[in-house]
């Protein structure tokens, strides 16, 4: 990576929105309906769709996909919120019709108190701008330097489970995920103790979404949202010396080949450099996203394998074939294990971490001849489009060979879409995809996996998919 970059202008720091409450979204509703009528669907308060949408989405969205099609409108307490459906709404939500939708002032904002104005969270130039930053850190060659910190990391750490214990699957990758994150992506030193304690920082201040909506609509001390916002003042001060110590060092630049190098020495046309504010929102957002998706992916991988030990021993057969009884190399991650791939994939068909995509329409726009106004909360959701009958036989089947290039040639485009599609597909998906390659191998190649008899799971949207309370697995030795 070269030294200051000089790509477009940072600008200045993106507004601060309004928060997104419910009065708020019922203001736009009511400006909205004015112009256009609601597209149709379960629109009378309802608290028990209130409670289904908070407790089994899957279901209550399936069901609504089957009675109105692949756009209608659900309320949500008090709000309304347009659902897009479907292979033909993800691609037109994501790419053919793309400039209709905000991800700012859509739900997406949401994530704005905890890890501030990234990548996530940001529209137009200044996102784009970001981008291309750290774009560089995120290609192939990059990927592959990173492949074997994600295989030593990975390794060290199951050497250090216990053969015959139970272990807490979800946590014991949060953590890992979480120092390959620091090591990879930014050079922190994930041995300084801190890598546990941001990612415990992050799991806390995540489950304020995880709270019944009117517990997040409190305010005050001993609120959620008080939480909240001290967990972010704790990233804020872990992270944030990290960065400090790192510009001290002057380690940036040519010196630097990560994403943190990067954003430290870019200048725009002016020579501005991005501010510290600015550096640490983008580096929140990035750890964020770059272990909470890894551990979720993991976490669900491994229970499916558990209730399919057929599928297990075909992975391991896989890895003994190809690495013998050496961990996978770089290249072997980058495709050298295509059955682990197809096993991946179905885990993110089945189990999207990222399962609900946030926007806000800007235009009034039109889909599946249903007119729609601008203003409104619009939303698509891969985990339901990847449960469709029409589009996937026996869809709640673990099937990897449904990945088969054969097979998945017949899928409409838009069908699948864990990291998103378009201009604003995942960054970091090259880069997700070998660490979940890294540790699934070094969890396979070393334990047999089994479910506790008592063990039923139970799923958590906050924001992201994840096994509720964690995901105990027993391990036994091989």
């Not at 790509?7 to 929105?17: A, T």
């Not at 609504?64 to 756009?71: K, L, T, V």
């Not at 008090?78 to 292979?87: K, R």
């Not at 990879?184 to 990612?199: K, M, Q, T, V, W």
Request: glycine share 10%; charged share 25%; aromatic share 8%.
């Amino acid at each position: 990576m070269s030294g200051a970059a000089r790509i477009g202008s940072p600008g200045p720091r993106p507004p601060w929105p309004a928060p997104l409450t419910v009065a708020n979204d019922v203001r736009e509703e009511l400006r909205a309906g004015r112009r256009i009528p609601l597209p149709p669907g379960e629109t009378r308060l309802s608290f028990r769709n209130t409670w289904r949408f908070r407790h089994d989405p899957l279901a209550y969205l399936l069901e609504c996909y089957e009675r109105h099609g692949p756009i209608f409108g659900v309320r949500i307490l008090f709000g309304y919120q347009l659902m897009m459906i479907g292979p033909e709404a993800n691609h037109f939500m994501l790419v053919s019709g793309r400039d209709n939708f905000a991800w700012r002032s859509g739900h997406m904002g949401d994530l704005i108190p905890l890890i501030g104005d990234g990548l996530l969270t940001t529209d137009d130039d200044y996102h784009d701008t970001a981008r291309a930053i750290m774009m560089p850190a995120f290609h192939r060659e990059r990927v592959a330097l990173a492949a074997r910190t994600m295989g030593e990391e990975a390794a060290h750490a199951a050497d250090e489970l216990g053969a015959g214990e139970v272990a807490d699957v979800y946590a014991w990758t949060r953590n890992l995920a979480m120092r390959i994150a620091m090591r990879a992506l930014f050079g922190f030193d994930p041995d300084r103790g801190r890598a546990p304690e941001i990612a415990a920082r992050f799991e806390s201040g995540l489950s304020f979404h995880g709270r019944e909506y009117p517990m997040q609509l409190l305010v005050g001390p001993g609120t959620p949202l008080a939480g909240l916002q001290r967990d972010r003042a704790a990233l804020v001060d872990l992270v944030g010396s990290e960065i400090a110590a790192r510009r001290e060092r002057g380690d940036t630049g040519e010196s630097s080949d990560d994403i943190l190098g990067s954003l430290l020495a870019s200048t725009d046309d002016e020579g501005n450099s991005l501010s510290d504010g600015q550096v640490l929102d983008h580096v929140l957002t990035l750890l964020f996203a770059g272990h909470d998706t890894t551990t979720s992916t993991v976490s669900f991988l491994i229970w499916e394998l558990a209730r399919e030990p057929g599928w297990a021993n075909r992975l391991r057969a896989e890895l003994e074939e190809v690495c013998g009884s050496r961990e996978p190399t770089p290249e072997e991650l980058f495709g050298g294990l295509p059955l682990l791939t197809r096993a991946i994939d179905e885990t993110l068909r089945l189990w999207p971490p990222a399962w609900i995509g946030p926007r806000r329409a800007v235009r009034d726009f039109e889909f599946a001849g249903v007119p729609a106004p601008a203003g409104l909360p619009v939303t698509y959701s891969s985990w339901v489009s990847h449960r469709l009958p029409d589009v996937f036989d026996d869809p709640d089947r673990f099937d990897p060979d449904r990945f088969l290039p054969e097979r998945r040639a017949h899928w409409p485009r838009g069908a699948y879409v864990p990291f998103g599609m378009g201009p604003r597909v995942c960054i970091g998906k090259r880069f997700g995809y070998t660490e979940v390659h890294a540790i699934a191998a070094a969890l396979l190649r070393r334990f047999d996996f089994e479910l506790p008899d008592a063990h039923e799971l139970e799923i958590q949207q906050a924001p992201t998919l994840s096994p509720r309370g964690g995901l105990p697995v027993r391990l036994l030795a091989r």
